[in-house]
């Protein structure tokens, strides 16, 4: 089993920033992709930022630019580094990882941008 445990959220202006964490722990033996979705009420989660094992990252298009994604392979830790905050990214943030063929997501962190 893995558990993951975001934080970082919060309220923040429009332009802001804001740096969201996600520590695994458990029987992390293979991440194989951990990223970022989000979910605005009554609408479907979608992929905000994800890295794959051989380091590759990729983007939603809204978000290229302005959020960056890395990893801390040490602290079993994902980050998820937004810039230019927009009101259109309030949402609940996931955390999502891949470990050995399995999915995992985290409960969830709320980002409000006001404008």
């Known amino acids: 089993q893995v558990q993951l445990v975001e934080s970082g959220g919060g309220l923040v202006q429009a332009g802001g920033s804001l740096r969201l964490s996600c520590a695994a722990s458990g029987s992390i033996v293979s991440v194989t992709f951990s990223g970022w979705y989000r979910q605005v009420s009554g609408k479907q989660r979608e992929m905000v930022a994800g890295v794959n094992s051989g380091g590759n990252r990729n983007y939603a298009d809204s978000v290229k630019g302005r959020f960056t994604i890395s990893r801390d392979y040490a602290k079993n830790t994902v980050y998820l580094q937004m810039n230019s905050l927009k009101p259109e990214d309030t949402a609940v943030y996931y955390c999502?990882?891949?470990?050995?063929?399995?999915?995992?997501w985290g409960k969830g962190t709320l980002v409000t941008v006001s404008s």
């Open positions: 999502y990882y891949v470990v050995s063929g399995m999915a995992y």
